[in-house]
């Protein structure tokens, strides 16, 4: 195997793959092919594109599903994003968006050659587009319109570390600040069909609208409204409850605020040290509870790393036979579990058919099996708090309320990561918080 390399001649460059395959780059003016696809890149940015897949991630976030991207390819995005300071990692995120743009429009673009012209005094490749020409008209321009990156309005390709006269790849020189080395990632991950551009742009700009500022803004007016509201209330489990309920009934994708409730919940329990022998783990990607992630449920705690405990979120679903029979080969490989459950929006049908089988899989796995409503099972943790005696039912629904408030402001990332982008669903909540 051959270290990928980089040789350079007066008129090409051959960028060499580690098993062997070469890529050609000719410099000269933009052939024929090269104009074709520019126009049509051109065209499609010119009618809004990237507007519409920003206004898609922010209005539509139900309709999002990143299940296709790997987690590598996920962490590179992420860190491109956390990457971002007010001194450094913006160009490389704008590149980022614009590469995918390309190549979510035109496939056949190359996102390593970064200059096309035909003016012979420009430095080009055959088959490059302007880059730089793209992000002034069609990228900073609407990056900055939805406040979801800071740039100058000339745009990013106009910093010199991008602009190098080399293909874009891991040996591109140039002293990048940033996540410069996942950046040489994901060009290379999206250079060999590893990842689905749209997809992946939709992710990055999910990412971004999570962090905008205008989103902050509205994080900070939501948890001072919050602060207020349980200034001026008695709260107790059934208003916690209630307010939750509302929020979830009245927002889109539900299923989803469902699980980020139960997870809260859990969240302040965790708080107040009700498990004290157990961790609660992470918020899990939406759809993430089946045995490819090697999860049980959506909300699961943890001892020496081994699920003990699981609960599964079932919003809108009241026959759980299927659920039943996979939770059952789920248990094979988790022989930690103690305790499983369902926990459905609706009342459950049919369930003194479904009962001699959960009774079965409890004498076979050692477990307890519950099936309960949101409800109940807000009741039932509830329960096992105040007999802890570590709080007081006042205290655990402030907590709740707070967690929930805050996990979708995306200020506990560490323990509720949640991907989807949360600006509609904020914004439901503070109306929801300030109706009198």
């Known amino acids: 195997m051959n270290e990928l390399h980089l040789r350079v001649y007066t008129n090409r460059s051959e960028l060499v793959l580690p098993d062997g395959t070469i890529q050609y780059f000719q410099e000269g003016g933009m052939s024929q092919a090269a104009k074709i696809r520019y126009k049509k890149i051109a065209v499609e940015l010119s009618t809004g594109y990237l507007e519409r897949q920003i206004l898609f991630c922010r209005d539509y976030s139900s309709n999002l599903d990143f299940l296709a991207l790997s987690q590598a390819h996920k962490y590179f995005l992420d860190r491109l994003v956390q990457s971002v300071t007010s001194e450094v990692g913006r160009a490389l995120v704008g590149l980022s968006i614009l590469q995918l743009c390309i190549k979510a429009i035109e496939p056949e673009q190359s996102i390593r050659l970064h200059k096309g012209s035909t003016a012979t005094r420009d430095f080009s490749w055959c088959d490059g587009i302007s880059m730089r020409s793209l992000d002034k008209q069609y990228i900073t321009p609407v990056l900055r319109k939805y406040e979801l990156l800071r740039l100058n309005a000339d745009g990013f390709m106009m910093t010199r570390s991008l602009a190098e006269n080399y293909p874009y790849s891991s040996v591109y020189k140039a002293n990048m600040r940033g996540a410069r080395s996942e950046w040489v990632s994901l060009v ?3 250079e060999k069909d590893e990842v689905v551009s749209e997809i992946a742009l939709r992710y990055l700009l999910s990412q971004l609208l999570n962090q905008a500022d205008n989103f902050r803004r509205l994080a900070l007016q939501t948890i001072e409204n919050l602060t207020l509201f349980l200034e001026a209330t008695v709260i107790d489990k ?6 939750i309920l509302r929020h979830i009934n009245q927002s889109d994708y539900a299923a989803r605020l469902m699980e980020i409730a139960m997870h809260s919940l859990m969240q302040a329990m965790q708080e107040y040290q009700v498990f004290p022998d157990s961790l609660l783990k992470p918020l899990s990607q939406m759809r993430s509870a089946n045995k490819k992630h090697g999860n049980i449920g959506d909300i699961e705690l943890l001892e020496d790393r081994q699920i003990v405990e699981a609960w599964d979120a079932k919003y809108g679903k009241s026959y759980l036979r299927d659920e039943i029979e996979e939770l059952s080969e789920k248990l094979e490989v988790h022989p930690a579990v103690r305790k ?8 459950a049908e049919r369930i003194d058919e479904l009962m001699p089988r959960c009774h079965e899989i409890e004498e076979i796995f050692g477990i307890s099996l519950e099936i309960v409503t949101f409800k109940e099972w807000v009741g039932l943790q509830f329960a096992r708090t ?5 709080t007081t039912e006042q205290e655990l629904a402030s ?3 707070i967690a929930y408030t805050e996990s979708l402001a995306q200020r506990r990332r560490e323990i509720a990561p949640i991907d989807e982008p949360c600006y509609q669903w904020l914004l439901k909540l503070n109306e929801t918080l300030t109706i009198k």
């Open 386 to 390: 105040l007999a802890e005696e570590t």
């Open 188 to 190: 290379e991950a999206i």
């Open 238 to 243: 059934g208003i916690s409850l209630s307010l």
């Open 340 to 347: 499983a459950g369902f926990v459905t929006s609706l009342e």
């Open 399 to 401: 907590a709740w309320l």
